[in-house]
């Protein structure tokens, strides 16, 4: 290389200074490019995706048999929910074996194949990490329960009994809402945040942070490509389990949260689990505040990649939602993360109801156009996106009108305790059809055959009868169903960087009908406009005949009323390129 002389040094450098102080500011999330940043997350809700024995559940088998129709959706990666095996007090989030495959599922060669034939297709994989918790029938819980001074006791929490009852904590599953269980074996209480059969994990024990680190590096050798960890901004804890103000429960996400030394065992986990291989990790839950998200998320903290906070799906309400207060949600979060950090976007998953019935018009009129415009949001957002099966064809609520039907044990434990502590339980029930999560669990529905192609048995929890209209095999005839339209959405985001990285502008604020919003990067512009109501709606934002309409969920683009504004139908959706 030519050595410069110093004046010549001097000038070189003073050129560099400048053009870097003249380059436009660029955020660093966008700067800082990365797969899973890129990624179209489809989360496939085993149990109930596609049967291929008859038992009635859904198997790895049968993914397998359904893995060209996944790819055929163009999404990147496919998060599983648990698989391991259980005794199913909760679907698979009481885990009795992490290194083991759960009967119903099928073996550990169903699941190489099921990671073979992801990566021959190009997708990533990512496994639920349940960690905050195990089943009551895992080895190290059996052990420590057995005595006071097993080797495993230090494996969950204990209290014993002789100290008297423990400061109340509360859990979201019990039937007492009674997060500590009296286990007369040792005489102790054992902590369970979620079911009677899902004790929590003592984090502050190094010896079982070590186990979950192994059994995760086991994951990852295996080829799998991300965690999700599941429930873990409650992991840590304060063990001398003070007392809590009266009522916490109404805020408890505020004492549960981001405890003790959460960030350090993720910080360690990250070292001893992520930095080695190239996987992703999100979390579900982020706290209570922004500053709470970022700590989990920012960068060179070197903890997660992104977490998912509900904010925005606890907006919808049976009664309705105001569409100014989803904006500005989605608009806080989006700013918030725009300079760093990162974060999932999402509107339903297999704890929520169903994505049109919550967010958007399940009536026959409007199901089409409303699940078409919720997808659009969802696919033009910042952030990763996290789509939930079955939504790609607007699954809709069940429904259902008796207790008996429902399979969830939060919703049959709130049912009783409801009815012990005189409760309406006609209320309870008319609000599950909207809210309660097994909506979201009732099996995929492939076609108009019998229990919509699910299964040849009995499926484990009712078939929507609206099967025989709302189905795969109709929509893949049809060139404008919502599956044909959620293809041409994943493909706009795959090919449009500006979709993923580029800069979020909220146009048209105070509209209570409307959202419309524009994505830019690098000279890459679009504009988003959305009618999230059921009658005809103005937007003020401004295109002329020459603006291209990339894609929109009626036959033809939206009416330009003038140069200012544009009228759209009931739900209707479009996308602009400029
Ligand atoms: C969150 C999971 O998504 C949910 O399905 C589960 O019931 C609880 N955590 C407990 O693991």
Same mark, same amino acid.
């Given at each position: 290389?030519?050595?410069?002389?110093?004046?010549?040094?001097?000038?070189?450098?003073?050129? &560099?200074?400048?053009?870097?102080?003249?380059?436009?500011?660029?955020?660093?999330?966008?700067?800082?490019?990365?797969?899973?940043?890129?990624? /179209?997350? @489809?989360?496939?809700?085993?149990?109930?995706?596609?049967?291929?024995?008859?038992?009635? /559940?859904?198997?790895?088998?049968?993914?397998?048999?359904?893995?060209?129709?996944?790819?055929?959706?163009?999404?990147?990666?496919?998060?599983?929910?648990?698989?391991?095996?259980?005794?199913?007090?909760?679907?698979?989030?009481?885990?009795?074996? @992490?290194?083991?495959?759960?009967?119903?599922?099928?073996?550990?060669?169903?699941?190489?194949?099921?990671?073979?034939?992801?990566?021959?297709?190009?997708?990533?994989?990512?496994?639920?990490?349940?960690? =905050?918790?195990?089943?009551?029938?895992?080895?190290?819980? $059996?052990?420590?329960?057995?005595?006071?001074?097993?080797?495993?006791?230090?494996?969950?929490?204990?209290?014993? *009994?002789?100290?008297?009852?423990?400061?109340?904590?509360?859990?979201? #599953?019990?039937?007492?809402?009674?997060?500590?269980?009296?286990?007369?074996?040792?005489?102790?209480?054992? &902590?369970?945040?979620?079911?009677? %059969?899902?004790?929590?994990?003592?984090?502050?024990?190094?010896?079982?942070?070590?186990?979950?680190?192994?059994?995760? $590096?086991?994951?990852?050798?295996?080829?799998?490509?991300?965690?999700? &960890?599941?429930? #873990?901004? #409650?992991?840590?804890?304060?063990?001398?389990?003070?007392?809590?103000?009266?009522?916490?429960?109404?805020?408890?996400?505020?004492?549960?949260?981001?405890?003790?030394?959460?960030?350090?065992?993720?910080?360690?986990?990250?070292?001893?689990?992520?930095?080695?291989?190239?996987?992703?990790?999100?979390?579900?839950?982020?706290?209570?505040?922004?500053?709470? *998200?970022?700590?989990?998320?920012?960068?060179?903290?070197?903890?997660?990649?992104?977490?998912?906070?509900?904010?925005?799906?606890?907006?919808?309400?049976?009664?309705?939602?105001? &569409?100014?207060?989803?904006?500005?949600?989605?608009?806080?979060?989006?700013?918030?993360?725009?300079? %760093?950090?990162?974060?999932?976007?999402?509107?339903?998953?297999?704890?929520?109801?169903?994505?049109?019935?919550?967010?958007?018009?399940?009536?026959?009129? #409007?199901?089409?156009?409303?699940?078409?415009?919720?997808?659009?949001? /969802?696919?033009?957002?910042?952030?990763?996106?996290?789509?939930?099966?079955?939504?790609?064809?607007?699954?809709? =609520?069940?429904?259902?009108?008796?207790?008996?039907?429902?399979?969830?044990?939060?919703?049959? =434990?709130?049912?009783?305790?409801?009815?012990?502590?005189?409760?309406?339980? =006609?209320?309870?029930?008319?609000?599950?059809?909207?809210?309660? +999560?097994?909506?979201?669990?009732?099996?995929?529905?492939?076609? +108009?055959?019998?229990?919509?192609?699910?299964?040849?048995?009995? *499926?484990?929890?009712?078939?929507?009868?609206?099967?025989?209209?709302?189905?795969?095999?109709?929509?893949?005839?049809?060139?404008?169903?919502?599956?044909?339209?959620?293809?041409?959405?994943?493909?706009?985001?795959?090919?449009?960087?500006?979709?993923?990285?580029?800069? @979020?502008?909220?146009?048209?604020?105070?509209?209570?009908?409307?959202? *419309?919003?524009?994505?830019?990067?690098?000279?890459?512009?679009?504009?988003?406009?959305?009618?999230?109501?059921?009658?005809?709606?103005?937007?003020?934002?401004?295109?002329?005949?020459?603006?291209?309409?990339?894609?929109?969920?009626?036959?033809?683009?939206?009416?330009?009323?003038? %140069?200012?504004?544009?009228?759209?139908?009931?739900?209707?959706?479009?996308?602009?390129?400029?």
């Amino acid at each position: 290389m030519k050595i410069l002389s110093s004046t010549s040094r001097i000038i070189f450098s003073l050129t &560099l200074l400048l053009a870097v102080a003249c380059e436009p500011k660029k955020e660093k999330a966008a700067d800082d490019h990365r797969w899973w940043k890129e990624a /179209i997350v @489809y989360q496939v809700y085993p149990r109930s995706f596609k049967d291929s024995d008859g038992d009635g /559940i859904g198997d790895l088998k049968g993914i397998i048999s359904k893995l060209d129709y996944i790819k055929s959706l163009g999404v990147t990666a496919v998060w599983l929910n648990p698989i391991y095996s259980s005794p199913n007090d909760d679907n698979g989030y009481d885990i009795s074996d @992490y290194r083991n495959i759960m009967k119903d599922f099928g073996t550990m060669e169903d699941f190489d194949a099921l990671v073979k034939g992801m990566h021959e297709r190009g997708i990533k994989v990512i496994m639920d990490v349940v960690v =905050n918790h195990s089943s009551d029938e895992h080895e190290w819980f $059996k052990q420590s329960r057995s005595s006071r001074t097993n080797p495993y006791r230090n494996y969950y929490h204990w209290w014993n *009994a002789d100290k008297g009852k423990p400061a109340y904590r509360y859990s979201l #599953f019990d039937v007492n809402h009674d997060a500590w269980k009296y286990d007369s074996i040792s005489d102790a209480y054992y &902590l369970h945040y979620f079911s009677r %059969k899902q004790p929590d994990l003592n984090w502050e024990n190094p010896k079982l942070r070590q186990e979950i680190y192994d059994m995760m $590096k086991f994951w990852a050798e295996k080829g799998i490509d991300g965690y999700r &960890l599941d429930a #873990f901004q #409650f992991a840590a804890k304060d063990t001398l389990f003070p007392e809590f103000p009266k009522e916490f429960e109404k805020d408890f996400v505020k004492y549960y949260a981001m405890q003790g030394n959460l960030h350090g065992y993720l910080q360690e986990m990250n070292k001893e689990v992520f930095s080695k291989y190239d996987v992703m990790s999100v979390a579900e839950g982020a706290g209570k505040t922004f500053e709470d *998200a970022h700590n989990l998320v920012d960068a060179d903290r070197s903890e997660l990649n992104m977490a998912y906070a509900f904010d925005g799906v606890d907006i919808a309400k049976p009664e309705g939602y105001s &569409l100014l207060k989803f904006k500005n949600t989605f608009s806080k979060w989006d700013s918030a993360f725009a300079a %760093k950090g990162w974060i999932s976007i999402f509107l339903a998953n297999h704890d929520q109801a169903r994505m049109v019935t919550r967010f958007g018009n399940d009536k026959p009129e #409007f199901r089409d156009a409303s699940s078409k415009m919720l997808s659009t949001f /969802i696919m033009t957002m910042r952030g990763t996106p996290y789509y939930y099966n079955g939504d790609e064809l607007g699954m809709t =609520n069940i429904r259902f009108d008796k207790i008996e039907d429902y399979r969830d044990v939060p919703t049959h =434990n709130e049912y009783l305790y409801q009815k012990k502590n005189g409760g309406d339980l =006609n209320k309870l029930l008319e609000r599950l059809k909207f809210d309660c +999560r097994d909506n979201g669990r009732t099996p995929f529905q492939w076609d +108009r055959t019998a229990n919509a192609g699910f299964t040849t048995g009995t *499926a484990w929890i009712k078939v929507n009868p609206n099967y025989t209209t709302i189905n795969e095999a109709a929509q893949e005839k049809d060139a404008n169903s919502c599956l044909n339209y959620f293809r041409k959405l994943t493909e706009l985001r795959k090919n449009n960087v500006a979709l993923v990285y580029g800069k @979020y502008t909220l146009l048209d604020k105070g509209n209570e009908k409307i959202y *419309a919003y524009t994505r830019e990067d690098n000279g890459e512009k679009f504009l988003i406009v959305l009618n999230f109501s059921d009658s005809n709606a103005n937007a003020a934002v401004s295109v002329d005949a020459n603006t291209k309409a990339v894609l929109f969920n009626y036959n033809e683009a939206p009416v330009i009323a003038n %140069k200012d504004s544009i009228t759209l139908r009931p739900y209707e959706a479009v996308v602009y390129k400029f």
